[in-house]
């Protein structure tokens, strides 16, 4: 794996002491084990804009057709600091190059999903977004993010890991000198993957990189980014992996032992089943590849598309 990952984080999921009310929320998935992997980028968007520690309570408050940041008790408005600051951080993490980011949840600056939103003292909808993170969805479109509370779910997680270490490769990709056939050997690399997720956008941006021989460089890059990241935006459930195992079975067993062959069959049903996780299918199936020199398959993203250390069924 890459050692130039960095994904952004809400500093109290690492934790920071910089929660409104001084408790600590130090999420050890986050912090213990994610870290082995990734560089992380903390914010705190309401202590950068200077608020203490601990500090007001604040909520969301809709008035004049937009969204406020506002002290409950006080009713101080911060809305200008953060969208200014939102701005700010923009810029420095797209020049850092991070692959993802997680946010904490029920934050009025920083959840993503679900919170309540105000309007003369009454909640009119718990739709909205924080005031931070909705700068950075937005000016980042296509930038894999999160909230702790949503990591708990192992298919949410994995999905997530799936779609950090992918925007990775992109950026290593594209953050260097490329051309048209690097970006079809990348395809090539990343095509079990995308069958999972999405096989419509696999076809699509494999014909899609031969007819981009007259684009500009940043037309076929943008558009590679925006269909491969809205298609591992899918999560791909046991089926779709079963499908692509099996896809994969079909064209090694008649290249590897009987014996092994037969062992392929095992792990795939046993995952099929739900007896064990998908780790197991996919380790084995890359240990024949690398043994029986099918090096155009063993380098699939699909078989390692993360660290497989962090797979639910390696973690429990």
């Given amino acids: 794996m890459s050692d130039s990952l960095k994904i952004g984080v809400s500093s109290c999921l690492i934790g920071e002491n910089v929660r409104y009310d001084g408790e600590s929320v130090r999420n050890p ?5 994610l870290s082995i992997y990734a560089k992380f980028v903390p914010i705190c968007p ?3 804009i200077g608020l203490p520690t601990p500090r007001n309570p604040a909520h969301l408050v809709h008035e004049g057709k937009r969204l406020h940041f506002r002290e409950i008790e006080t009713g101080r408005d911060h809305t200008a600091s953060l969208l200014a600051l939102a701005e700010k951080r923009v810029a420095e993490l797209a020049k850092e190059k991070v692959s993802g980011f997680i946010f904490k949840s029920k934050s009025p600056s920083c959840g ?18 924080g005031l931070f993170a909705k700068v950075i969805t937005e000016r980042l479109r296509g930038l894999p993010v999160e909230e702790d509370r949503r990591l708990k779910d192992p298919r949410l997680f994995e999905n997530f890991m799936e779609r950090v270490f992918a925007y990775n490769r992109l950026n290593e990709l594209f953050g260097n000198t490329w051309d048209l056939n690097d970006l079809a050997e990348f395809h090539g690399r990343e095509s079990l993957l995308l069958m999972a997720h999405d096989p419509e956008a696999n076809n699509y941006l494999g014909m899609m990189i031969g007819e981009a021989s007259d684009w500009p460089m940043n037309k076929a ?3 590679y980014r925006r269909v491969f990241m809205a298609a591992l935006s899918k999560p791909a459930d046991r089926k779709a992996h079963k499908d692509v195992l099996e896809h994969v079975a079909s064209f090694v067993e008649g290249r590897v032992e009987k014996a092994e062959a037969e062992v392929i069959r095992t792990v795939i049903s046993g995952y099929e089943k739900g007896e064990i996780g998908r780790s197991v299918p996919l380790g084995t199936l890359k240990d024949l590849l690398k043994r029986h020199d099918m090096s155009f398959l063993a380098e699939q993203s699909y078989f390692i598309p993360y660290p497989l250390a962090l797979m639910a069924d390696q973690r429990l």
Avoid: F, H, N, Q
Wanted: hydrophobic letters at 35%; charged letters at 40%; glycine letters at 10%.
């Fill in 221 to 223: 890059s943008g558009e």
């Fill in 112 to 129: 993503l999903y679900w919170l309540e939103v105000r309007e003369d003292d009454k909640v009119i909808g718990v739709t909205g977004r």
């Fill in 46 to 48: 309401e202590t950068e």
């Fill in 29 to 33: 998935l986050i912090a213990d084990e």
